[in-house]
Every structure is written in C-alpha cells, then in structure tokens.
C-alpha cells in the first residue's frame, strides 16, 4: 500500500522542480502506483485462501484498487515525453525498481516481470505495455537469444524513426499493426 504524501502535496512538491524534474518525478509516481497491480489477483486469492495475503484486508485491496485504476489511467495517459523518457533508459544497467508485476501465488510460471530487472529491460518492458495501451503484462523474451532486449530496444527505435508522430493513439494504432505483422 502507498502511504505518505497525497495527491496534492506530491503536485506541490512537484510544482518547486524545474520542468524535466517535475516531469521525471510524476513519471516515478505514476510507476510507483502500478506496482499495486497485485490487486488483479488478489480478491480471487482472498476468496479461495484468505490467509495467503497475510495482514492486508479485504479494504486494504479495495483501497489499492482505487488507487492502482488512477495510476494505470494516468499511466495511459501520458504523451510522447513518457516514450522519450523511457528510452533514456536503454543500457542502464542499474537495479530497477521501476516497474514489476505481482506474481499471483498460484501461477507456477515466473516471468521476467516478476524479479528485479535492471533499468533497461523494466523500461522496455514499461514502453511495450505502454505503446499496446490496453492492460500492463510481461513481454515475455526469447531466454535462448542473450541479446533480446537490445534486439527489441532497436525495434521500438527504428518504429519511432518510421512514425514520427507524436501522437499516441496514431503510434499506438502503428505499433498494434506492427506487432500482428509479426514484428517482434
């Protein structure tokens, strides 16, 4: 669960940083809050096992599937900027924290999206679910290709070189009929 700072404190904060500052600490926060999407999982979870979840309660999931919809909202909603921030991304090799999915505890499959992932491949992972623009999942990578994701880092770069729009929907339409083309 977020806890701390509300809304409107984190604006003000925000609004005392210099534009690219303000821009990367909304980007953080907004990352921060999809990193709830444990709640996706968590009400069948609660329902089948309820001691799985430990000590949070049925309003804490509520509570955290408020705030996890305003997040994803927002993350969906952001312009070109986010695409431009993301790629500055590529080859840090700094442990991530920014973004991981919630394993459910009855999958027996662990995607990349559920261990730390360096900068790089969290960002990649965070530009492909944005520019899909429907629901946040784990792109699953070739494991028998060592070099998949600056493979995929060189796709979205030469897709973003094609379409030089900075509209999102236009890109989104674009990158939906690349990938049914098979491009990946």
């Not at 070189?161 to 339409?173: F, P, V, Y």
Request: charged share 25%.
């Amino acid at each position: 669960m977020i806890t701390g700072c509300t809304k409107d404190e984190i604006q003000n904060k925000a609004s005392t940083l210099n534009h690219p500052e303000r821009r990367a600490s909304e980007y953080l926060q907004i990352l921060e809050g999809i990193k709830l999407n444990y709640v996706e999982w968590a009400r069948t979870v609660r329902q089948t096992s309820p001691d799985i979840l430990g000590d949070i309660t049925n309003d804490d999931i509520l509570e955290d599937s408020l705030k996890f919809e305003d997040f994803r909202k927002r993350f969906y909603e952001q312009d070109y900027q986010f695409v431009k921030w993301l790629l500055n991304f590529e080859g840090d090799t700094t442990s991530s924290n920014l973004f991981a999915l919630s394993m459910n505890p009855y999958s027996s499959y662990i995607e990349d999206c559920n261990m730390p992932m360096n900068n790089s491949n969290a960002a990649l992972q965070l530009l492909f679910n944005f520019l899909e623009g429907e629901y946040l999942q784990c792109y699953r990578r070739n494991r028998n290709e060592p070099s998949w994701y600056d493979r995929q880092y060189r796709i979205v770069k030469t897709f973003l070189q094609q379409h030089k729009t900075e509209d999102i929907g236009e890109l989104r339409a674009a990158w939906r009929r690349l990938l049914e083309a098979g491009v990946n």
